[in-house]
């Protein structure tokens, strides 16, 4: 069965660092990889997706990348704000529709 | 606007009585799914649509029926619920699963099972 890690589950920066979250899976067979941000109280934003052929994405101030073989995937943060503040879910695809999730870094970022 | 919408967003019911929570989505997504979220355990997918009659379990479908009639809608339903069940379910919604970046989440519904 599929574990998807995330470490840490919890990081507290000030604002204006680079961090990295990471996450890991077990089981490198995987359709695609997905990063999501949860807001307190809220549904799920989309913030990445890495298909299994590629090694990163990129969007704005987010990168993440993807190791296939090592099961490892990492979310960078460049220039952290305290609007970053959030969960964020690192879950992989294991077929067209099936997908299992981390159970996330809650991440603060303090002015 | 496109969204994913969820009724009820909070419940409270008894055990055995049962329950459907409706998710609905204005973006002729062909994808669907139901996740539920508890404390230390994280998002489990429930069940998936990839399309109007077709459903597959997801890794906690024990305990809830989907049905997919039309495109744009997807009820979870709770025949018998128990206190086991008491969680946040999440409603979600692409143009195709896993190949698709963005995916829609609902805003949850909250439900006790006493």
């Known amino acids: 069965k599929q574990e998807v890690t995330q470490i840490p589950a919890a990081l507290s920066v000030p604002e204006g660092e680079n961090l990295v979250l990471n996450c890991s899976f077990t089981d490198s067979a995987i359709y695609n990889l997905q990063w999501f941000r949860q807001d307190p109280g809220k549904g799920l934003t989309s913030l990445l997706l890495i298909q299994s052929s590629q090694r990163e994405q990129t969007s704005g101030r987010l990168n993440a990348s993807l190791d296939k073989s090592s099961g490892r995937s990492t979310l960078y943060i460049a220039a952290s704000q305290p609007g970053d503040s959030a969960t964020y879910l690192c879950?992989?695809?294991?077929?067209?529709?099936?997908?299992?999730f981390g159970q996330g870094t809650i991440l603060t970022v303090h002015p | 606007e496109a969204q994913v919408t969820q009724n009820p967003r909070y419940l409270i019911t008894v055990t055995g009585k049962k329950l459907t929570v409706t998710c609905s989505q204005n973006?002729?997504?062909?994808?669907m799914s139901w996740y539920r979220q508890d404390p230390g355990l994280g998002l489990r997918q429930i069940y998936y649509s990839m399309n109007v009659e077709v459903t597959d379990k997801g890794d906690v479908p024990e305990g809830y029926k989907v049905s997919r009639k039309e495109k744009r809608n997807f009820p979870l339903i709770l025949e018998s619920p128990s206190p086991n069940q008491t969680s946040l379910y999440f409603c979600a919604s692409s143009q195709q699963g896993a190949s698709t970046d963005t995916q829609y989440f609902g805003p949850g519904t909250r439900l006790t099972v006493l």
């Open positions: 879950a992989v695809w294991l077929s067209y529709g099936k997908l299992t």
């Open positions: 973006m002729n997504h062909e994808y």
